[in-house]
């Protein structure tokens, strides 16, 4: 599973990174960027609410 972030969507609000700090974090430029590579099994759950809960629904997770 993988999760990715739209940069032009982005608004920058930080709600996944606090809902989901192992995948989401937010870059010197003020967006959120995704971890590269497989989202950790552990971390599924909170990045598939980081990806429901985005105000800009800019976030995908994606198998």
Avoid: H, N
């Avoid at 800009?56 to 198998?63: G, L, M, P, R, Y």
């Amino acid at each position: 599973m993988k999760a990715y972030v739209d940069q032009g969507l982005c608004i920058g609000c930080g709600l996944c990174e606090s809902l989901c700090p192992e995948v989401f974090r937010m870059a010197d430029d003020g967006l959120a960027k995704a971890i590269e590579g497989d989202i950790p099994e552990s971390s599924e759950d909170c990045a598939k609410d980081a990806e429901s809960q985005c105000p800009t629904e800019a976030i995908k997770v994606e198998e």
